[in-house]
């Protein structure tokens, strides 16, 4: 967007709770059957009137009970009501039981929201192949919708509850003022491993005080997303139960349209960085990972070679352990930027690490090397590689690989 706007992020509050008409609610009912009811596994998201729904999921073939039930009702409605959603157990590849245990969430949810349950939406999260203890889970839901409220404890609660293998819980709200009007746009998501576009072993959700008809909405989401959320990769796992949500539900008094061009880029500027602070914090937080590297290519044909280039470098094992051991070996970035196979020139490519000179015209500025090592033992850094082929650009933040993500994966 070219236009700026009055805007606020705020990455220090829980979010969801200060966008005005929403309540939240967390419980721990022991999904993982443990016999742990000290850790959160539960979480409500209310609006109290039906909501703007749209929501972006998992291309993945293999889908999880839950994604194939919010896609069929996305598909039936436009408005929503709740979201209620779980960690612990993924509800995925449990045939009928499985796709029965989603159906039946909604209908709890939807009892203790007072609405329909055609108007709630269901996300779960955690190991795959296991039934929903679902005993557990009716009392979840019941202690949850007890203690729905706006307060910042409720909202910490839900980011908590949706946590798998997160070290940390991800939240942020934007505030855009334009015209006398203001929007707010919160977000919680949770994400450590299987991140991969697109999207990640990764649930979002994302509520808004404005109203934004579903159209438009489900347009901006997809945009939003497609830049951010589909844009990151920590291992080249894609998951099966991948979701974003976005609820609208106009209590700001502010109708956002296409009509309207300036509401559509201040809702879309206040969604975007909401999308964007919660896709890198998911990269942040990665399995057992060192740095956050966000890779850039430019001077590309078009959008698709610098995409299928940004991917080929973020998921290389070989770049991704030489990023572990801070050993700046910017052989291996052009070897998995050539081996992307897009008919790049290599006597043509620039290469740098946050600045600093490391290829010209496919010669290397060797004088450098030292510079090359000290940016690569920093926590997070930026490999900008030009194609000087053309105009365009993409970009992707990845994560190395370390000895710790292979130990935390090795099973039980």
Do not use: H
Request: contains cysteine; hydrophobic residues 40%; aromatic residues 4%.
């Amino acid at each position: 967007m070219d236009k700026s706007f009055d805007m606020e992020v705020r990455e220090d509050v829980a979010g969801l709770g200060l966008v005005k008409g929403f309540k939240i609610g967390a419980a721990a009912c022991d999904i993982r059957n443990k016999g742990d009811f000290s850790r959160l596994d539960l979480a409500l998201v209310v609006s109290e009137t039906p909501a703007d729904a749209a929501g972006v999921f998992t291309t993945n073939d293999v889908k999880a009970s839950p994604v194939l039930l919010d896609i069929a009702r996305l598909e039936a409605s436009p408005k929503m009501r709740a979201i209620v959603a779980n960690s612990g157990n993924a509800n995925a590849c449990t045939g009928a039981r499985g796709s029965e245990d989603a159906e039946k969430m909604c209908e709890l949810a939807a009892a203790a929201a007072g609405c329909r349950k055609e108007e709630v939406l269901v996300c779960s999260t955690g190991r795959i192949g296991e039934f929903m203890p679902m005993e557990k889970v009716a009392k979840g839901i019941a202690e949850a919708a007890s203690k729905l409220s706006d307060s910042d404890e409720q909202s910490a609660a839900a980011s908590r509850a949706i946590m798998t293998s997160d070290t940390r819980p991800k939240t942020v709200i934007a505030t855009v003022a334009f015209g006398g009007k203001k929007i707010s746009v919160a977000g919680m998501a949770k994400g450590a491993g299987m991140i991969e576009p697109n999207m990640a072993t990764m649930l979002a959700f994302i509520v808004s005080d404005a109203s934004v008809a579903q159209p438009l909405l489900k347009k901006l989401l997809k945009e939003c997303a497609g830049k951010t959320f589909n844009r990151m990769t920590v291992d080249g796992d894609m998951s099966t139960n991948d979701t974003v949500l976005c609820l609208c539900n106009g209590a700001g008094g502010v109708s956002v349209s296409e009509s309207d061009a300036e509401s559509a880029e201040a809702f879309k500027a206040a969604l975007l960085a909401v999308c964007r602070s919660l896709a890198r914090k998911i990269v942040g937080d990665g399995e057992k990972i060192t740095k956050v590297v966000e890779v850039k290519v430019s001077g590309a044909r078009d959008s698709a070679q610098a995409e299928k280039i940004c991917r080929s470098i973020g998921n290389s094992l070989l770049v991704k352990s030489s990023w572990f051991g801070e050993d700046p070996n910017w052989g291996r970035l052009a070897d998995a930027a050539g081996y992307a196979r897009t008919g790049l020139v290599y006597d043509k490519i620039d290469l740098d690490y946050d600045g600093v000179p490391v290829l010209s015209k496919g010669q290397p500025v060797a004088e450098n090397k030292p510079l090359w090592k000290k940016i690569v033992s920093r926590k997070t850094f930026t490999v900008n590689l030009n194609l000087n082929l053309g105009s365009a650009e993409e970009s992707i933040l990845a994560a190395d690989l370390t000895e710790g993500y292979v130990n935390f994966n090795k099973g039980e």
